[in-house]
């Protein structure tokens, strides 16, 4: 009897021990793709940061992305650039977009997602299939249209365009994602609130909006890159130098010249990414949970 | 309170309005558009189907079209098996999973940008990074930009660069699928791959059917690439149909080509997206509806 029992304890023994193995090995293997995988993603990224503090000759030779030596000239002469106005004028001319635009769009979106999931009105079925139904047009199929609306209200070569339509949660993405949020949010505190008295305004600002937070977090940050990134919408309505967004000069910087300076056009290119990068890794673990939770887009 | 209608209106009002007026008459206005001639300087002009007959005759279109095409067809299932793959050996109990996620995701919230755009055209130049360490293994310079054959694939490996938004949604799904179907599997004596293919998948197709929708419609969008890294070039190779619409609308001032152009892309994307709807009733299983029908 004891030997049956010992010799079973041996084998569920053996049988762990290759468990642990077999899990050792496919942790292995696992880092061994994601760290493979992760440094042909990144490496890119990375040389170019080496890049742009490299002489132009050096540049065209190097798979290292460590410089031989620091050079900040290409950083100089990139900021500069080959108009009248310097990079400051068009990160500015950035902000004045991005700022005033997340304002609208937090305000409107949270309103409505509020009413999609706390409230019942006629046509809320059909309203709101007809914002899912927006996430997936098209949006070029818009583009001639709108570009006649705003000629004709007088906003071409101003950021009205850029940034009135998200005013009015235009933005269904991130409606989307807010109500399903909301979703996700037992309503007793709201009937607590209720009982004593809170109207539907107060709800919103004392109960909902505090739970909504790490929603809204992710509609800031998608919103600042996505503005940051939007190159379709001010090649379109801005015609001024002085008003280019970052977005639009980087592209005026490449085009100028056949001769492609490239040091500095890589170096500003740089600093245009960082302002998208400290946003995301400022807020990351908010909102790629946010992302994948409603998940779209990208 | 919550049955209130006329205050829940109240707060849905600027959705409606903002629909009305910048989603739902532009799309019908663009609609009326696609059967006029207008330049802007002069008053559009009735032409019937002028606009599609001429689109049939187009070399340009066909070539545009056939790009887009393919461009589709290459991108979104790369993206997607990528995406997935990456998502699954992420799903496991790692250290440092959190700091993998973002590295992946990264490329995808910056990839959509000029300056992004800028460095690929700079890494893909003919002594580009790309070159210099295929060189490094002996292999001949590629002309990345240059070569009608290439060239698209510049763009197409730039989008798959991007499979981290993808990736993150699957992660989440993943991250759903209850392990006590993985320990029942691995006491039958299924193998991993069977486990994948027989149980994840499966599982999570209603998730591979959303990211499927999604990454087309934006696939069929695509621009900035295309415009800043090989401008559409060369010999039209990468000229995507939203570059055409844009050249004709933007660049000639033809909204009415321009508009017929952008319902052809519309057509592609709402039938390429019904046929994924009616397939789906044969390869998308939901959970908590068991097999009863048959």
New interface residues.
Partial sequence: MSAVLSRETVASNDEAARTLRRERA??GM??A??IA??IT??Y??I??VGASFKSNSEI????GFWPSHFDLTAYAKGWKTSTEYTFATYFLNSFLIIIPRIIVTVI?CV??A???A?????G?KL?FS??VG????????????????F?EFGWLDTYAPLIV?S????DTFF?FMLVQFLRGIPRDMEEAA?IDGC??LQLLWHIIVPLLKPAIISVVVFQF??T??D??GP??YLSTVEKYP???A??MS?GATEEVE?AS??AI??V??LP??AV??AA??HF?EG???S???? | ????????????L??????L???L???V??FA?SFSQYD?ISPPQFVGMENYQELVKDPLFHKSLGVTLAFVALTVPMRLAFALF?AH??N?K?RGI?F???????????G?????S??W???FSQ???VN??LG?FGIEPVLWLADESWSMWTIVLLNT??F???M??F??ALQNVPQSLYEAAEIDGAS?MQQFFRITVPLITP?IF?NL??QT??A??E??GP??VTEGGPLHATYLL?LY??DQ??KFFN?GY??AL??V??AL?VSL?AISFWSSKYWVFYSGEKEQKR
Avoid: C, D
């Fill in positions: 496919s942790a696992r880092y793709i994601l995988v992760g993603m990144l890119p990224m040389w170019l065209f030779s190097e798979v409107s309103l409505v509020y009413a999609f706390r409230f019942e009105f006629t809320k309203l007809i914002m927006t996430m997936m047009l098209p949006h070029i199929i818009l583009r001639i249209p709108q570009y006649l609306m000629k339509p005013a009015f949660a235009t409606v209720q109207n539907a890159i996505w940051m990134n190159f379709m090649l379109i970052v977005s639009l980087l592209k490449i490239w056009v890589i290119s740089v245009a990414l998208s990068i995301f890794f990351q673990r790629i992302a994948a939770s998940g779209i887009k990208g | 309170m919550y049955e209130n209608k006329r205050i829940g209106f109240l707060f849905v600027p959705f409606v309005l903002g629909v007026g910048f989603k008459f532009p799309f206005m663009s558009l802007i990456i050996v992420l496991f790692l959190n993998f996620r973002s590295a992946f995701y990264l490329p995808s919230i910056l959509g940008s000029i300056a992004v800028v460095l055209r700079f890494i002594h580009g990074l210099i360490v490094k660069w991007q981290g938004s993808a993150v949604i992660l989440a991993k998730v959303f929708i999604m419609v934006h069929f969008q621009f900035n415009y800043m939203s619409i844009y609308s933007f909204l321009g508009s952008s319902w892309m519309f994307v997206s």
